[in-house]
């Protein structure tokens, strides 16, 4: 598997996957700039233990378009809200080329293997196929988090702003942020036929059925250590975990808030465990990322989980763990276009505008068009949903492996 993201849930998971190996991360203009985000994804390898993973800079721009950001949701620095971030141990590869590296670690894999799961903006996608298009019919599969259908297509939460009829985007009513980022590069992707029949889009319709609540943030946080009945599949999870009881809000900021859970006290005789410093850092990235959904998308129950949802549908796909059950109607497939036309609202710094100045000057650029096709002419896979306790059960379980690798690491 080779992974074009930075986001911190999606890499643990790839990489503390007793299933999965990890061949190597390229990074991508996005939440922040490409500088930001291959710092970010270095950090991230090096706090879990996995810095031996190769992070590769990839595209700095979208094919035809300026690069644009997502501070508001993410900060400043793409991964703010975390005061245990470390910097990264290894340095970046600076001098390979991303296109090349990904084309040689996937090529050498035996053919119909190997995945690429990207969970940002598509740039290095497009690019790779464009130069190398022997490889659409070699890898296994394409998962790609991004866009956005609405129109009902599940019932998940959406968010609302300012009022103004449907909205099921998250950057404008129309466009999730990975695909306005780079539209025409995502377009490319999808009207390949080859490779769109080797394709599972996880849209917004799907990862805001994956909310961290309260319950999930202190599940995560404390580590539940329960194990669940072990399901009826080919899944080696050797300790699937089960969820608490929810507990109170806090309206203290994210990294006060944090300081006081470990401090708080049990409602059991036993006390909780005090949090590492590995489950402490993903907890408050969790804590800034509902922030700002509650903020901006005026979603209180708890941020959506995005990126990790697109490493999750590999474990499915290759039966190692049926029980995450990712549903697509016995097998829906779907033509998808993306709508290019229209200019990219905010100024040119790299940043957005405010939200009415993106829908008025962007229209509908960036919006995936979804359209049925007959089952059995090709087509990509979009499910409409998941069984969500077993995926933050995974999560906590790799959590804890990320734990472990940690403290044998400190020991050296």
Not at 20 to 35: C, F
Request: hydrophobic share 40%; with cysteine; charged share 15%.
């Amino acid at each position: 598997m080779f992974l074009l993201l930075q986001d911190a849930f999606a890499i643990l998971l790839a990489a503390h996957h007793p299933n999965l190996d990890v061949l190597g991360i390229s990074t991508v203009h996005g939440n922040a700039s490409l500088r930001k985000t291959t710092i970010n994804a270095g950090s991230i390898l090096t706090a879990i233990g996995k810095s031996e993973i190769p992070v590769y800079p990839g595209a700095a721009s979208p094919f035809c378009r300026i690069a644009v950001h997502a501070p508001d949701i993410h900060g400043s620095s793409g991964l703010d809200g975390t005061t245990h971030l470390p910097s990264p141990s290894v340095p970046v590869l600076s001098n390979s080329n991303a296109i090349l590296a990904i084309y040689s670690a996937l090529i050498a894999e035996p053919p119909g293997t190997a995945w690429l799961v990207a969970t940002g903006a598509l740039t290095n996608v497009a690019v790779l196929f464009a130069a190398f298009p022997d490889l659409a019919g070699h890898i296994r599969g394409l998962s790609i988090m991004g866009g956005a259908i609405g129109g009902g297509f599940t019932d998940a939460p959406m968010g609302t702003l300012r009022g103004e009829g449907e909205r099921f985007g998250n950057v404008t009513r129309w466009a999730e942020f990975n695909i306005y980022c780079d539209p025409e590069a995502a377009q490319s992707i999808f009207i390949n036929p080859i490779l769109a029949s080797k394709t599972t889009l996880i849209p917004l319709d799907l990862t805001h059925q994956v909310l961290a609540t309260r319950e999930v943030q202190l599940s995560l946080l404390h580590g539940s250590g329960k194990p669940l009945n072990t399901p009826k599949s080919s899944s080696s999870l050797s300790t699937p975990h089960s969820l608490p009881s929810p507990s109170s809000k806090s309206t203290s900021s994210p990294a006060a808030e944090s300081k006081a859970e470990v401090k708080a006290a049990s409602p059991s005789p036993f006390p909780l465990p005090t949090p590492s410093t590995t489950r402490l850092l993903f907890y408050e990235l969790l804590l800034f990322f509902a922030s700002t959904y509650a903020r901006v998308f005026n979603i209180t129950a708890g941020p959506p989980l995005h990126d990790p949802l697109a490493v999750a549908i590999v474990l499915f796909d290759e039966g190692i763990d049926a029980a995450l059950a990712f549903d697509d109607r016995s097998g829906e497939r779907w033509a998808v276009d993306v709508v290019t036309d229209g200019a990219h609202g905010g100024g040119g710094d790299g940043t957005q505008g405010g939200e009415g100045e993106k829908d008025d000057e962007s229209g509908q650029v960036g919006r995936t068009v979804a359209r049925a096709v007959e089952v059995g002419k090709g087509g990509v896979r979009i499910p409409r949903g998941l069984n969500v306790d077993r995926f933050w059960a995974i999560v906590d379980d790799c959590l804890g492996r990320a734990e472990e690798r940690i403290s044998r690491v400190n020991k050296v």
